[in-house]
């Protein structure tokens, strides 16, 4: 880094205005502007005049290369050793990317800070940063030096699938969490106040239902909840009550209903809303929820995200505002990723495009050939024109995903011995990742609920999730062919 860079990039890159474009940003960072992520966390807003007036000797002390135990790095964290950072003419801008690319290269290749040759980006395991003296604290407290401070603040590793999952939602900021629930439960603590309320829809992961019908009242906080395509009650809703945030999944979990996003953010914004997505079951992939209109988009990157059935964790992405009053709810609460945790998450977002194309492919085969079973009483994919919500995914899904729900012609323990005389999926809750997964839901998840709560959710005794892995689809479609002869 120049001594003289941030005092000569500061001025010119006008960071006050606070608002700026994630393009404009990026450029600023590419050309190593060390003052980029001040622009991002909105600090030039909050104290233009502190960061205007930048020490010279701060300056220069970050330009020269400080001895450490007989390596040397130059001051922040962030900013290590700006001579071997990539230059702009190496790496492509994100937006002329296709996700393919972006998911293997996304906030690596393109901007990670460069600690070693390692073409991997390095797990750093550590609960704690340092600072070289007093004066690095007290720069660091002023917003004059880049740190993560301790372990709850952040992390580089995590920082990095932030950055990936942030490029391929498109998103100005994204936060990564311990688990999707985790990100779930912090950003409505985050974003409803104590006695707002909020709208939600019928279908839903069971754990967000709970939370939001159990400990939301606790905060005086209520909720609506309706039908994912009546859109008549949602402007009812909106009329009669102070909404503070729309939330809902799309596709859902388990009957893969979609919801019109474009639609629902513009009457939400109108009323003054926010409107947040889960797009779990649908990946940035197929779905990119915050240009169709919506705020924040969240995921349990437990599944498809990570895709390999071996971390729990949790992704949210949106407007760089709304994610730092949720980033501020997370530094308290602390949902932390592990580091080594944000490395598996890394890994497994390098092949998203290739495993979810796989399986948007065979899931989509596997309900057309369900669907003409004789076995089967009912398909549930949005992707079949048989699907309450088709038009909606044509019209906001680039390919419909790799769960199938479906209803066994049958009851429960027909259902049953479907599951179990199958071989090749595993039975287990989850979804998303390369094995195939099968569940009963009235069994795996409601089955402490009995049937007149299992009515009231609409889970029916003989219905069956199948999330397609990556296995070849003729092996698929076998082991399911021969246990549906079992029924
Ligand atoms: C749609 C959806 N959102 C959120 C969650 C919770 O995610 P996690 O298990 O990572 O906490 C799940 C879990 O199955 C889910 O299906």
């Known amino acids: 880094m120049q001594g003289s860079a941030p005092l000569a990039w500061a001025p010119s890159c006008q960071c006050p205005s606070g608002n700026r474009g994630y393009k404009e940003r990026h450029v600023y960072r590419k050309a190593g502007c060390p003052w980029w992520q001040f622009c991002r966390s909105l600090k030039w807003q909050q104290r233009p005049t502190e960061l205007r007036a930048i020490s010279e000797e701060l300056v220069a002390r970050q330009a020269e290369p400080i001895q450490l135990n007989g390596s040397s790095h130059n001051g922040s964290p962030l900013e290590l ?60 407290q ?14 580089p590793t995590t920082r990095t699938c932030e950055e990936k999952i942030r490029q391929l939602e498109g998103a100005e900021d994204c936060l990564v969490s311990s688990s999707g629930m985790n990100t779930a439960t912090t950003m409505l603590l985050a974003l409803v106040p104590a006695g707002g309320h909020i ?34 009650q949602l402007e009812r809703v909106l009329h009669q009550h102070d909404v503070s945030l729309f939330f809902s999944e799309s596709p859902t979990n388990p009957y893969l209903r979609c919801v019109d996003v474009r639609r629902i953010s513009q009457l939400c914004h109108a009323a003054g809303a926010l409107v947040c997505i889960d797009s779990t079951f649908a990946t940035p992939i197929n779905q990119r929820a915050l240009a169709l209109g919506a705020d924040i988009v969240i995921h349990s990157a437990t599944k498809y995200l990570a895709g390999h059935n071996d971390i729990l964790a949790g992704a949210m992405a949106g407007r760089s505002d709304v994610l730092a009053a949720v980033r501020s709810m997370h530094n308290v609460l602390g949902g932390t990723l592990d580091p080594h945790a944000a490395y598996l998450l890394l890994r497994g977002l390098k092949t998203l495009d290739l495993r979810v194309s796989r399986q948007n492919t065979s899931a989509f085969e596997v309900s057309r050939r369900l669907e003409r079973h004789p076995k089967v009483a009912r398909v549930h994919y949005p992707g079949l024109e048989s699907h309450p919500d088709h038009p909606v995914a044509v019209e906001q899904m680039d390919a419909f995903g790799g769960v199938v729900s479906f209803e066994i012609a049958g009851d429960l323990w027909d259902t049953a011995r479907f599951i179990d005389t199958c071989r090749l999926p595993y039975i287990a809750p989850s979804l998303g990742g390369c094995e195939s997964l099968i569940e009963q839901p009235t069994v795996i998840s409601y089955w402490d609920q009995g049937p007149e709560k299992r009515a009231e959710y609409g889970i029916k005794d003989n219905l069956v999730r199948f999330s397609c892995g990556v296995e070849s689809l003729e092996d698929i479609w076998r082991d399911l062919e021969q246990a549906l002869a079992a029924v």
């Open 142 to 155: 002023e917003g004059r030096y880049g740190s993560y401070e301790y372990g709850r603040y952040g992390n």
């Open 81 to 140: 050793d700006d001579s071997t950072s990539i230059q702009p003419a190496d790496s492509i801008p994100p937006c002329e990317l296709q996700p393919g690319t972006t998911s293997v290269h996304g906030g690596e290749r393109d901007g990670r800070p460069r600690v070693s040759d390692s073409l991997t980006t390095p797990i750093v395991q550590t609960a704690t940063y340092t600072f070289q003296n007093t004066a690095e604290v007290i720069a660091y």
């Open 199 to 232: 709208v939600t829809t019928t279908d839903c992961y069971r754990r967000t239902r709970q939370f939001i019908q159990t400990l939301l009242p606790k905060m005086g906080i209520s909720a609506t909840v309706i039908d994912p395509a009546d859109l008549g």
